[in-house]
């Protein structure tokens, strides 16, 4: 087992990653008050819902859960209200712990949850997906979706501690493992090349579940994360380096409706088209582009997205967070593993690297 | 005009408190990005929305509304929701302020919406009842109410500014100028032992509306309050303090209907429990209940309750959020003007101070 912390002054927390962890030792000491709210998916539950019930109920807490419909289609102020019943429903007062028990919507909805109930609780998350492993367990963003807007509401909420155990990877569906590959495969792309020769060195383990090739990856991605994170906590700067692919990854995810596609599939085209872009523009070479589809691809991720209307696919992506001042910026390749937010890009070429990349 | 710095490091802001004050001056330096949505009701917008936009309008700013029904009972899920789909469907970014312009249901409701959407945005409050004014202004509490509870959902989120003018005192129902009379009060019974000296030679004028008078009652408490809350900023101790009547409050509130009384007239009856308890636990005499009594009577405010079956209103106290480890804990006087926290009580002697001040 590896434990990451992420820096975060007085709300550090650890990230412990491995093989078949302990959630009863791991957890003690992070579990606040004697009320426990395990959220989770109705996939997930039968699982692996009672492997933590056990875990805490050894430690003597009262347990509730409330178990939600799965999919990014619920990840909605209705379902959030669910949440909320249950935790009233149960008696919580303000000394409780939320606990994710799923993906990265089980995540967000539990976290933006433990963020407003009585205007903040602990929280503490066990990620079940390759995705929420890399991306939702480290940062704190957490929120629910509106029909105009995804991520629209939510909240910075910091867990006291993450556990991402690999076996759980196991039961994970071959399309949600490549998800997660395409957020693993965006921080080589953003800032570290040499991950990137990992990545091509050892994708084929990966992609064959590998455990300690699954948990390096983990190891390197959520690392990378904190690093940024704790310089940049609200996302004023830097921080939105970890937005590649994502401006042209909502408009595709958008159109499509949510749950179409996986976020980390519309992550992996977005991708495309950014460095599709980025070579446009001159700054990474022909190779480069082909090296980023390539290594996309080896992930059993798609390249290209299906025929978008250009102009729907432009007002989706003026919806996007990163708008500023009306002015669209997008995070592009400077060089092959070195990204930058910009605004300095010709519209006309940022239309034709989206086209390009539409079937 | 006296203006009050809330010190809470990098979120420092100042309350503007007078009659008759220039929202485009004073506002200017506190709208951050290029659109503002205002926030209010349908009492309100007639009366001061026109005042407000043709200020912020001034200023080069593009102005959306959202205007919501008047009253306690829509401080809900449903209708904060409506500020979102305003806020989404007017194309706002993250780089926009909502302005809440109205009472405490509003601030509570702007301020929730501001604090989530695109997990936060900027927020200025223009409190238009004294309630709010001196209680809404400071602290950065906002939220909205559940069935099971008041308050259940929320944030912490502190304004940029906040605007408190005097002069929309004037259109204020009687009842809600003794409501906020009830949270001025508190400041004088919790800490400030010659504020009550102050309110008990001020308070036919403060009834009859006279604006200087209201004008230092408001910087007292928001005073009083602000270096309550910048001590103890999350509520994790002295905060609590501020409580004073409310755990009986929120049970009469509760049991009656979110909306049928008051939160303040809740508040007055809830302290005069508070300051029954103290005096059967010895802590106060019998001379401080009854000039307790007398100057929230003076403020024709309620000093006692309908009848409540006892076991539904210790029901609702248990709800209440003080409870820690499932101990209640109330606010009391250990002297009059000096509140505390505390857990020793004896729990039959509490039960005769809510039934001897119920109808």
Same mark, same amino acid.
């Given at each position: 087992?590896?434990?990451?912390?992420v820096?975060?002054?007085e709300? =550090?927390?650890?990230?412990?990653?491995?093989?078949?962890l #302990?959630?009863?030792?791991?957890l003690e000491?992070?579990?606040?008050? =004697?009320q /426990?709210?395990? /959220?989770?998916?109705?996939?997930v539950?039968?699982?692996?819902?009672q492997?933590?019930?056990?875990?805490i109920?050894?430690?003597?807490?009262s347990?509730?859960?409330?178990?939600?419909?799965?999919?990014e289609?619920?990840?909605?102020?209705?379902?959030l209200?669910?949440i @909320?019943d249950?935790l009233l429903?149960?008696?919580?007062?303000r000394d409780?712990t939320?606990?994710?028990l799923g993906?990265?919507?089980?995540?967000?909805?539990?976290?933006f949850?433990?963020?407003? @109930?009585q205007r903040?609780?602990?929280?503490?998350?066990? !990620?079940?997906t390759?995705l929420?492993?890399?991306d939702?367990?480290?940062?704190?963003?957490?929120?629910?979706?509106?029909?105009?807007?995804?991520?629209?509401?939510g909240a @910075?909420?910091?867990p006291?501690?993450?556990?991402?155990?690999?076996s759980?990877?196991?039961?994970? !569906?071959?399309r949600?493992?490549?998800?997660?590959?395409?957020?693993?495969?965006?921080?080589?792309l953003?800032? #570290?090349?040499?991950f990137?020769?990992?990545?091509?060195?050892h994708?084929?383990?990966l992609?064959?579940r #590998?455990?300690?090739l699954?948990a390096e990856?983990?190891?390197?991605?959520?690392?990378?994360?904190?690093?940024?994170v704790a310089?940049d906590?609200?996302?004023?700067?830097?921080?939105a380096?970890?937005?590649l692919?994502h401006?042209?990854?909502?408009?595709?995810?958008?159109?499509?409706?949510?749950?179409v596609?996986?976020?980390?599939e519309?992550?992996?085209?977005?991708?495309v088209?950014a460095? #599709?872009l980025?070579?446009?523009l001159?700054?990474?070479a022909?190779?480069d582009?082909?090296?980023?589809?390539?290594i996309i691809?080896?992930?059993?991720?798609?390249?290209?997205? !299906?025929?978008? !209307?250009?102009?729907?696919?432009l007002a989706?992506m003026?919806?996007?967070?990163?708008?500023l001042?009306?002015?669209?910026?997008?995070?592009?390749?400077?060089q092959?593993?070195?990204?930058v937010i910009?605004k300095? @890009?010709?519209?006309?070429l940022?239309?034709?690297?989206?086209?390009?990349?539409?079937?």
């Open positions: 087992m590896q434990t990451l912390h820096e975060l002054g709300r =550090r927390y650890p990230i412990f990653i491995g093989n078949k #302990d959630p009863q030792a791991l000491p992070y579990i606040h008050g =004697r /426990v709210m395990i /959220v989770t998916n109705q996939t539950a039968p699982l692996y819902l492997h933590y019930q056990n875990a109920e050894a430690l003597g807490k347990i509730a859960v409330c178990t939600l419909p799965d999919g289609k619920y990840k909605n102020i209705k379902h209200n669910l @909320f249950a429903e149960a008696g919580f007062n409780c939320v606990l994710a993906g990265g919507v089980i995540g967000d909805m539990a976290g949850a433990s963020a407003c @109930f903040g609780v602990y929280f503490i998350q066990v !990620p079940t390759l929420s492993q890399v939702s367990s480290v940062g704190g963003k957490t929120g629910i979706n509106h029909p105009l807007g995804k991520n629209m509401i @910075f909420q910091q006291q501690a993450v556990l991402a155990d690999m759980q990877l196991n039961t994970l !569906p071959e949600e493992l490549s998800a997660g590959l395409a957020e693993v495969i965006k921080y080589a953003l800032g #570290d090349i040499g990137l020769a990992w990545l091509e060195e994708m084929d383990g992609v064959k #590998d455990s300690a699954l990856a983990v190891y390197r991605s959520c690392a990378h994360k904190a690093r940024i310089n906590e609200k996302e004023q700067g830097e921080r380096l970890l937005n692919g401006t042209f990854g909502h408009a595709i995810e958008s159109y499509l409706g949510y749950g596609w996986l976020h980390g519309a992550v992996a085209t977005g991708m088209m460095a #599709d980025s070579h446009r001159g700054w990474i022909a190779e582009l082909e090296r980023t589809k390539k691809l080896r992930a059993n991720l798609p390249i290209r997205c !299906p025929k978008i !209307p250009l102009d729907e696919f989706y003026s919806h996007d967070k990163k708008v001042n009306g002015q669209l910026r997008l995070v592009l390749m400077k092959l593993g070195q990204a910009t300095e @890009f010709d519209t006309e940022m239309q034709q690297a989206i086209l390009a990349n539409m079937q």
